[in-house]
């Protein structure tokens, strides 16, 4: 069993930058994901990292605005976003898997969330 723990979210203006934690009791798996859930919208995936292919996936709305990091002497995971638009207000949520898709399908375990609202 996997815990996963998000922290870092609140209210941010417009053009502004947040950055999101996620920490892991136990080990993450393979392949670590941050999604998000805007009001009256489903589930997208904005960003995940894949340790057995090495590379990182973004979503094309926040390509170029959110960085993926992982910090294993934390046990942590970190999504930084900048440039910061209204439509990224939503809950965050962090998953830990087999592997990395948009709608998180080969996620297996997921934190609660953490809310991030953006002011225009």
């Known amino acids: 069993q996997v815990q996963l723990v998000e922290s870092g979210g609140g209210l941010v203006q417009a053009g502004g930058s947040i950055t999101l934690s996620c920490a892991a009791s136990g080990r993450f798996k393979d392949s670590i994901g941050w999604y998000r859930q805007a009001p009256g919208k489903g589930r997208e995936g904005v960003s995940c990292i894949s340790s057995s292919e090495g590379t990182t996936w973004d979503a094309d709305s926040v390509k170029g605005r959110v960085t993926i990091s992982r910090d294993n002497s934390k046990n942590t995971v970190n999504l930084k976003m900048s440039s910061l638009l209204p439509e990224d207000t939503a809950v965050y949520y962090c998953?830990?898997?087999?592997?990395?898709?948009?709608?998180?399908?080969?996620?297996?375990?997921w934190g609660k969330g953490t809310l991030v609202t953006v002011s225009s």
């Open positions: 998953a830990t898997g087999r592997y990395c898709s948009n709608a998180g399908y080969g996620m297996d375990y």
